[in-house]
């Protein structure tokens, strides 16, 4: 149980081959003899064999051909019938070498691997190489040399474009696998293997779509974990393409989500393939950055200004380095150099002199990282200032990238610092890019780390009142909510909205402004108009009685002009939010296909769609997440003080933001949202306007399944009492209890380690460690059990501490109906039946996600365990793959 699924696809023992009879090669397709004429002298150590679809006998003849994997390179009209001979001689996966296979005979085929459970890659595949193993199982190009990159893709025109590129450049690889556009064994399977495949170091993909957000995602995030993960995506396609009921949609592209889901699944983007390599590299050193602050040291002014101009157009700070650093670097520096934002070392600068500028910014705390400029001078040797670099990089923590621009003149001194892994570059742009992936990747972790739970720790709202308020909307068969209705909605969720009312005629609008008080604003109220002011629906400031009477008649002349057809309930009045130094944003919501539900937020107002200031975040949300959601709008920079205003209350605009992420969460049947404007200042925010667009949804939407991201599984959470007293919880493990379950592994027994990890580790290496407690909720579930022991503190008081006492776990397996588990409870907490109530709970959760069966490994001596699962009802078998195990089962 201890090997992937994939294993016999990507690692075979054993191969059998049906590419046509190998002594008629005029027979053989051009796909069937390049695969057999690169698989005939590339050393794989497995044993291979060849079939032909036109032999004659029985399966029991066949029995000698069995293999891990069947590759079939075949005319279109012969390849179902060898993959039926493959699934019948018990093949466990199969690679379907073809091109322009039309989708009907595609879903035959994979009819036929699904009877006969065989992972299917292809067809319309050029298949995959794993160098290591001397294995081209392919048609995309001679075999890669070995080396850490697994790359994934969905062109084979690019993979071969990559691979050639690689062959050139001396970039080896672990895996490279094409996926066609019809192939069973998906994306989401291959980032799976990849994730735990130990001679792949980084994963490389290149995509251009998905189907199923939620198993994407939940791969990708699984991967990240583990694994740099660098992707790059064709296919831009750019906002308001499509018909919008809010401004939120218009302004959102597909491209703008799917780099927010990147975003949140921890991983970098690139747009040029050398770009894959560059920030696979970069990611794969030893050091990460903190922040985007990059010093700059160059010998050349011009070089300089280059890295500085693009470090400031994609998003990176320039390092200043503090007074003391300068003061002291001036008296190592040469009579001509200048320490300003960039360090330019002068055109005679020395090996000790670019030594002691890197050191002394290594050293600085206002810098994040460093980047080595080298121009060639005629004066200076590119060797011995490399050397300076690599002795500068031997005492810095930070990441050092170097730039040594030119060609003949400078290859040694490249060669010499690629050999200690210092990432060189060519150009000082390429470079910044590169520093801009490790900045980005070190976000972005942060990012994956967050399990926000559906609900924030904010009062609880009134969801039921919000779902019988868009109940009674669908059951009118609409689908967009009036601003009342919107409003009511926001305040379900304790939103603050302006006292709205709705009047019918000029004289009850006169009469609800005078309660209101003055000034007034008044609006149109139509389900058919999405942007008010269009239509010269929007009035603000209205100060009288008069102008409120006259205001209303000339609104709806100019409605009823500019939309004759739209249905008019009346005109709302609102004080007006007396937020005189008030900043306007907008919080938005819209639908993506796959993604679903998407936040947005923004610079606010009547000129939304022209300003285009649209941050996004998948919910759900918590205080750090909607934080930075904030941060990366450029209306950001307003929120403090500004132009003699105070700075505005941050917090009430991110408690807003998580009100939304509770609305997305509890009512699927959102689809758009518009709260624009939303005014905040120093005292507050409060929403403006609303408009909110509704659907029914399915039953797959319960358990937030309408989500990309699962939230934090809170239901789950329980308390139960101990034995001999006292009490314990039993929760979904979280990201921050890392430092708890190493303390808790390392509390074991020897024993208790070797019966649960099957070895003599004492401690968990940091990438298990991360992999435990950074839980993908939607396929595997982590349930600890927590003690607070209380000990006296010395001064009548007590300490209370948080402890790890025991924890369950499963994982689905590839079927999708199954799952593994594992259990393992403290010494000092053995007997209280705390394994018992562990096991029944983790399999309440996988009864509850709809599984089957669960099943797990066993040691054959450990008989306290082996007792525990009979008790539960488990049948407990011999385990055919490992005699030292046994295999227990029980059907949920």
Known sequence: MDQHFLTP???????????????????QNSMARTLLAQMKDQGYAGEVTHLDIEMTGTLSDLAHSRADLAIIALPHDRIAAALEIAGRIRCRAALVLSSGLESSPCAELQTIARRHGVHLLGPNSLGFQRPHLKLN????????????????????????????????????????????PNTAVDLPQVLDFLAHDASTHSILVYMEGIHQARRFMSALRAAAYVKPVVVMKAGRKPAGSHAALTHSAAIVGSDDVFEAALRRAGVVRVRQFTQLFSAAKCLASRYRPVGKRLAIVTNGGGPGVLAADWANEIGLHVATLTEKTRAD???????????GQVVDLGEEATAEQYNAALQACSRDSSADGVLAIYSPKPETDANQVAKGVLDAFNTTGKPVLACWMGDDRVKEARSMLNARSIPSFRTPENAV?????????????????????????????????ARLLIEGVLAERRKVLTEMESKALLAAFHIPVTRTMLARSANEAMLIASQLGYPVALKIDSPDISHKSDVQGVALNVV??????????????????????????????????GKRRGREIYI????????GPVITFGAGGTMIELIADRAMELPPLNQFLAHRLIERSRVSESLGEWRGAPAADFEAVEQVLLRVSEMVCELPQLREMDINPVIVDEHGAVAVDARIVVEHAGPAARDYNHLAILPYPTRHESEWPMKG???????????????????????????????????????????????????????EMALA????????????????????????????????????????????????????????????????????????????????????????????????????????????
Not at 9 to 27: D, K, N, T, Y
Not at 142 to 152: D, F, T
Not at 785 to 804: L, N
Request: proline content about 7%.
């Open 544 to 577: 009288s009685a008069t102008q409120v009477r006259d205001t209303y008649n000339d609104m709806l002349a100019a409605v009823s002009k500019a939309m004759p057809s739209a249905r008019i309930n009346g005109v709302t009045i609102q004080p007006m939010s």
């Open 725 to 779: 007293g006292g009490m314990y919880t039993i929760r979904p493990v979280r990201p921050d209890d890392a430092d708890m379950l190493q303390a808790f592994v390392k509390s074991l027994s020897q024993e208790s380690r070797y019966f649960r990890f099957a070895s003599a580790m004492t401690e968990l290496p940091p990438r298990m460690l991360a992999r435990y407690t950074l839980i993908d909720y939607d396929r």
């Open 433 to 465: 890019d590169a520093f801009h992936n490790i900045a980005t990747f070190y976000q972005n972790q942060q990012l994956l780390q967050q399990t926000p739970p559906p609900m924030s720790h904010l009062s609880k709202p009134d969801v039921e009142g």
């Open 137 to 180: 199982a392919g048609v995309a190009g001679p075999l890669a040399s070995p080396g850490p990159l697994g790359l994934v893709s969905q062109s084979g025109a690019l993979t071969a474009s990559i691979l050639d590129w690689a062959r050139a450049n001396g970039v080896g690889f672990s895996a490279v696998v094409s996926l066609g």
């Open 588 to 595: 938005g919501l819209t639908t993506d296909d796959p993604f």
């Open 329 to 339: 670097l001036v008296g190592k520096l040469g009579p001509n150099a200048s320490v």
């Open 9 to 27: 696809l990507f690692s075979p023992r054993s191969i059998v081959v049906f590419a046509g009879h190998p002594e008629h090669p005029e027979a």
């Open 785 to 892: 059990a927590i003690h607070v022991d209380r000990k006296p503190d010395g001064q009548g008081g007590f300490v209370e501490t948080e402890q790890i006492i025991g924890v369950s776990r499963y994982i689905t397996n590839p079927d999708q109906t199954t799952c593994e588990f594992s259990l393992v409870v403290s010494d000092h907490f053995k007997g209280q039946g705390l394994g018992s109530r562990m096991m029944l709970s983790i399999m309440e959760f996988a009864r509850s996600k709809g599984l089957a069966q669960i099943e797990g490994l066993v040691l054959a001596n450990n008989d306290n365990m082996l007792r525990l699962m009979r008790s539960l009802g488990f049948a407990v078998g011999s385990f055919t793959e490992d005699p030292d195990f046994k295999l227990v089962t029980k059907v949920l």
